[in-house]
């Protein structure tokens, strides 16, 4: 006769759950604080004739904001 069961610790998925949402809200912190959307808003805001004194034109505007990031 062999005895079976299907007993687990029912805790075990709520601190999983509870690790991954904490891990989720730290990378959502993370993402926002690294967000550029404020900076390309300023720069859309600007004139064209505003935007031709710093040297960047209205369609490099996200290439300039991201200049540190990406090599292009």
């Known amino acids: 006769m062999a005895i079976q069961t299907n007993a687990y610790s029912p805790w075990l998925p709520a601190a999983y759950d509870a690790f991954f949402a904490k891990l989720g809200q730290g990378l959502n912190s993370y993402i926002e604080t690294r967000s550029r959307r404020a900076e390309i808003a300023a720069l859309e ?5 505003e935007l031709a004194k ?3 034109s209205r369609d490099r505007i996200v290439h300039y ?7 292009v």
């Open 45 to 49: 805001a600007k004139s064209d004739e």
């Open 54 to 56: 710093m040297g960047i």
């Open 65 to 71: 904001v991201f200049r540190d990031m990406v090599w």
